[in-house]
């Protein structure tokens, strides 16, 4: 990666402003850091590295040397996505990237019953009907979990129950896939009932889930083209043509949906 494309990376983040900024800004700038190989500085080399037993003293300076020019490094990749307040919280701070990290959490983190309920409802009222497409539902989605998980670590959202909640929000157009989907998928894994250790079904995965039913909109998308090519067709050809137009239409709509509850089994490996 050359240092344009990293800075395109970088300027792709946006500059952190206020609290309803902190989740996703964290998110980005944490993967942008490990990307760029700063991960170690963020857990196993967050402090200062000490001179180990038997090390040579030029051997330790310059190992501290290579840990100070990261450090260097990666605080200015994290300054450059600051706005004014949270640049002038750190910026007397000594270069560690982590420590910065954990100060600026401390100072934009979302705290408080008010914003767990606010951002828990949000989580649970999400709907398809509000987003541009299944897509955009999914990371909506995904994001929300992952805002009311960083709230605390004894905070978890399982994976059954996010699935659960994706389904719930698609709206009763996928009613009829759905009660496809339920005869080869399962939310959560079915174990024997003989031997619980064993998985005798595993849950679908999100990502699968997701893929599932974007063919599901694309399929439904075509249904309503074809239904609308049909009004217009009866509008505009003669009788005896519009009789076989009809005839025509109603076999290919039929199809389409069977292809689309053709459902293929993906789970969890």
């Not at 983190?109 to 949000?122: D, E, H, I, K, S």
């Not at 157009?173 to 619980?196: C, K, M, W």
């Amino acid at each position: 990666m050359s240092d344009n494309d990293g800075k395109a990376t970088l300027t792709a983040i946006p500059v952190l402003e206020n609290s309803t900024q902190w989740f996703p800004w964290i998110k980005k700038v944490t993967i942008y850091l490990k990307m760029h190989g700063y991960d170690d500085l963020l857990h196993r080399d967050k402090d200062q590295p000490e001179l180990e037993p038997g090390e040579r003293q030029q051997a330790y300076s310059k190992r501290l040397r290579e840990w100070e020019k990261l450090q260097v490094k990666a605080c200015a990749c994290v300054s450059d996505r600051l706005g004014v307040s949270a640049s002038g919280l750190i910026e007397d701070d000594p270069e560690n990237v982590g420590r910065r990290l954990d100060k600026l959490r401390a100072r934009y983190q979302p705290q408080g019953a008010t914003v767990y309920n606010n951002l828990f409802r949000r989580y649970v009222f999400m709907r398809l009907s509000s987003c541009t497409g299944v897509n955009d539902y999914a990371q909506k989605l995904r994001q929300a979990r992952e805002e009311i998980q960083g709230i605390d670590k004894s905070i978890t959202i399982c994976d059954s129950m996010f699935l659960q909640q994706f389904v719930i929000g698609l709206g009763p157009e996928y009613g009829t896939f759905l009660s496809a989907f339920q005869q080869n998928h399962s939310l959560y894994p079915i174990r024997d009932v003989n031997n619980p250790d064993i998985i005798t079904k595993p849950a679908i995965t999100f990502e699968a889930l997701v893929m599932l039913v974007e063919r599901e909109e694309q399929l439904q998308k075509q249904n309503v083209t074809e239904v609308e090519e049909l009004a217009f067709l009866t509008k505009t050809v003669p009788d005896n043509k519009r009789r076989q137009t009809n005839e025509a239409m109603a076999y290919s709509i039929p199809d389409a949906a069977a292809a689309a509850y053709s459902i293929p089994d993906f789970h969890a490996d």
